[in-house]
């Protein structure tokens, strides 16, 4: 008895008519979210600078803050990518919320295709289908469309460079245009949130997993540094507007001292709670002030090291136990349109959705063809465990020791090694500063193309040399 066939030598093949409809879904979903938001709820948080900033942009008068007192200054607190986006559709067609929000579907629409085509590298068709609708109905992601944030751009933006990646992995020798188009994804994800550029050497490697070490390496640090030549024009600038050569932005600092801080806690506290330190209060150059609040706070770091660790887990845990972050800020932009109980049942709905999608990622790795398959096992399922109580934390680090174990063999499951990387990078970033849900939505478009490979297509497929039954 012959096994089915695909067209590819696989038996229930993935098809790309499969992701356009999950890209088509993706949109019609965040479509209505927007057209249901887009006059209720005006930007909100961190949205209302990124839209005043995205504004300035497309009347022409630079990346700049004007102050209450009329005086205009050169900005880079935030980073400019989400802004000069925006900004440019600002520009087209008219500066309203709705452009921006609009702008938000089209690249979760794409995102989904992306996490589809991923996902098939390995998963039989109805595995990559579910991956890719895991992510295009994702309710935190749908409902976080309105918001005028990064980390739902950013997801969006690592759905496609994992896409890329998995692209240039399918080629026998290294393909720079490929790598090429990667490193300009990563490099818009990094102008974006900058803490994307993590993922450039893990995405490069996998995006020339058929060459030996030697080209992975080579390709890993050539992705590496054309993210980084993306960004350096932006880097020029502020050498030249903020007399300081930062990277991206000038935020570490403050947000360094959050995390350090005798009053931090792991998760967001306002200054006004921890205190401005002393040596900072009359600095008022916002790459100066960002460089002593840097300063700070390793000076805390230094003389309570023991604390600053001990807090690990905490800001592990308010990053990944439960993101919230729709909820959150529908609340904050119109309480009447979006009370308590609506943030708690979008709340509990997201949470479900998001620790299946973990859940299926674990059984993913532990069922992912490769060395140490009883510690796989064992580590997942272990992890898997945590999934029900509220350390949902422990199971996103489970997920990353179990694919480990492949070892070697993990920059050939690509799937695996995306999903594992933007984990680990997000766990870094934020053990080192400090944690909110909303970081984490970065992770789900790859961890839902790992779930899609619970159902693979890649075991062998051969003749069964039995009868009929």
Not at 137 to 164: C, D, K, N, Q, R
Request: glycine letters at 8%; charged letters at 15%; proline letters at 5%.
């Amino acid at each position: 008895m012959t096994a089915r066939v695909g067209p590819r030598g696989r038996p229930d093949e993935p098809r790309l008519a499969d992701g356009v409809a999950a890209g088509a879904v993706a949109l019609v979903v965040r479509v209505v979210a927007v057209v249901w938001a887009s006059s209720r709820f005006p930007p909100a948080e961190d949205g209302r600078f990124y839209h005043i900033l995205a504004g300035r942009l497309a009347h022409g008068l630079g990346y700049t803050w004007k102050w209450p007192d009329g005086v205009v200054t050169f900005a880079a607190h935030y980073p400019v990518g989400y802004p000069a986006l925006i900004g440019a559709a600002y520009a087209l067609f008219g500066e309203h919320p709705f452009v921006a929000m609009a702008v938000n579907a089209l690249l979760g629409a794409l995102a989904a295709f992306a996490v589809h085509r991923v996902a098939a590298a390995s998963a039989t068709r109805v595995g990559a289908a579910a991956a890719a609708l895991a992510f295009a109905l994702h309710p935190g992601l749908v409902f976080y469309t309105p918001a005028l944030m990064t980390e739902g751009v950013t997801a969006s933006l690592v759905a496609v460079a994992a896409w890329l990646a998995v692209r240039a992995s399918a080629e026998k020798t290294v393909r720079w245009g490929a790598l090429t188009a990667l490193a300009l994804v990563l490099g818009a994800a990094t102008l974006v949130r900058p803490q994307s550029l993590l993922l450039a050497p893990a995405f490069g490697a996998v995006a020339f997993r058929a060459g030996s070490q030697w080209l992975r390496t080579l390709a890993a640090v050539a992705v590496t540094c054309g993210t980084v030549a993306v960004c350096t024009p932006w880097t020029l600038r502020n050498c030249e507007r903020m007399h300081s050569c930062s990277f991206v932005s000038v935020n570490a600092g403050w947000n360094l001292f959050i995390g350090a801080a005798s009053g931090a806690t792991g998760a967001w506290v306002p200054l006004e709670v921890l205190g401005v330190p002393l040596e900072c209060r009359a600095v008022w150059d916002e790459a100066a002030k960002d460089a002593c609040f840097l300063h700070a706070g390793l000076v805390a770091i230094r003389q309570a090291p023991l604390r600053f660790l001990s807090l690990v887990p905490r800001k592990l845990a308010v990053t990944f136990d439960y993101a919230g972050a729709a909820g959150f800020y529908l609340h904050s932009s119109n309480e009447a349109e979006f009370g308590d109980r609506a943030k708690l049942v979008l709340g509990v709905l997201e949470t479900i959705w998001e620790r299946l999608i973990v859940l299926a990622a674990l059984v993913a790795v532990a069922r992912t063809p490769g060395p140490r398959p009883r510690a796989r096992r064992i580590v997942a399922g272990a992890s898997s465990a945590w999934l029900v109580v509220r350390s949902a934390w422990i199971a996103h680090m489970g997920l990353v020791i179990a694919a480990a174990c492949l070892g070697r063999k993990l920059v050939q499951r690509p799937a695996a090694a995306l999903a594992a990387s933007t984990v680990l990078s997000t766990a870094l970033t934020h053990a080192m500063f400090f944690g909110a849900g909303r970081y984490s939505l970065v992770c789900f478009p790859v961890l839902a193309a790992l779930a899609g490979t619970a159902l693979t297509g890649e075991e062998e497929v051969v003749d069964n040399p039995g009868k009929e039954p």
